[in-house]
């Protein structure tokens, strides 16, 4: 099945030949996988199935679509808060060693990153980090070696991910079967969200600056 996974046209044509439970399933599976440790790009996962219900004529609806792709992210985000909380530091880095980690494309350094990007910014970053490329799949890990509180984390992670499922969801929804339209505007949006995420820590560097200041 993966192979129908390689391109945007290849999951619209996969999705455009199986009923809509069957697709909302392959969301709600796919979003796991996509926020736990293993590598899935979430852009070839939501927009085909939006741009599917965007056909006139289909029975798939585009909030469905992100509800279960949200609450496929949020068990996958689990997946990784719980190995953090239950599992700790040594062990996970340890883990980040292993073959099946770097089959995963997961090694110590992108778990040091990810790490480093909590720490500076705190439970925040569990928000914000959904909608950056290479903390997105990882955030939830030192949110749980940290022992972030329950509460605070779904809080921050459904926010998050709901979001970023809104957005991919709307582009596909607007572009409907133009392939080239999405993957232009979705070229655009990446730009975009690297520059408010330079903007943001430079704002919590600002911050962190003058509180040090008035101390």
């Keep these: 099945m993966l192979e129908h996974f390689t391109s945007i046209q290849s999951v619209v ?15 709600f599976a796919l979003m796991v996988v996509e926020s736990s440790f293993i590598p899935f790009p979430s852009e070839v996962i939501i927009p085909p199935a939006a741009m599917i219900a965007a056909t006139p004529g289909s029975s798939l609806h585009v909030g469905a679509i992100v509800l279960f792709g949200t609450l496929g992210a949020m068990v996958g985000s689990y ?14 880095h340890k883990l980040a060693d292993t073959r099946f980690a770097h089959a995963c494309l997961i090694d110590r350094a992108k778990i040091e990153k990810s790490e480093t990007y909590f720490v500076k910014h705190g439970n925040s970053s569990t ?5 950056i490329p290479g903390i997105r799949q990882l955030i939830s890990i030192p949110a749980g070696i940290s022992k972030m509180r ?9 926010l998050g991910a709901a979001a970023w499922n809104v957005i991919l969801a709307t582009i596909g929804y607007v572009c409907g079967r ?11 949006l990446t730009i975009a969200l690297v520059a408010v995420g330079v903007l943001f820590v430079a704002y919590l560097a600002y911050n962190g600056v003058r509180k040090k200041k008035k101390a």
Excluded at 13 to 27: G, P, R, T, W
Excluded at 82 to 91: A, E, K, Q, S
Excluded at 178 to 188: D, G
């Design 150 to 158: 329950p509460g605070a984390f779904t809080l921050y992670t459904f």
């Design 13 to 27: 044509e996969y999705f455009n030949a199986i009923d809509a439970m069957h697709i909302y399933l392959l969301v």
């Design 127 to 131: 928000f914000v980090g959904r909608f």
């Design 178 to 188: 133009n392939i080239e339209m999405f993957e232009s505007i979705f070229r655009e």
């Design 79 to 92: 997946i990784n808060y719980l190995l953090g909380w239950f599992l700790g530091r040594p062990i996970i």
